[in-house]
């Protein structure tokens, strides 16, 4: 009886300590804002935003805030866009 416990106990602090950070990066889009913060009570902190298509665009919604654009790791940008999708119309009666 104790070995089950104790082999419970040892799974369930493997999964506490283990790391739990999401992606941050949105592949879908070729341009990420960092957002550097520092933060009141909670402490300081960063993440990153990445619904931008041109450094401009991110750059003019960076403008005034602790933040800097860069490329997005994760787009491919070297793979062809996908084929548009054809769209079936319903048959009308």
């Known amino acids: 009886m104790r070995l089950p416990i104790l082999t419970l106990t040892a799974i369930a602090t493997l999964f506490v300590a283990a790391d739990a950070s999401a992606q941050t990066y949105d592949p879908r889009y070729p341009v990420c804002m960092h957002v550097y913060s520092l933060g009141g009570r909670g402490g300081g902190g960063e993440f990153f935003d990445c619904s931008f298509t041109s450094i401009p665009q991110c750059q003019a919604t960076a403008s005034g805030r602790s933040a800097s654009c860069d ?12 084929p548009p999708r054809k769209r079936h119309k319903k048959p009308q009666h």
């Open 71 to 82: 490329l997005n790791p994760y787009y491919a940008f070297d793979e062809p866009p996908p």
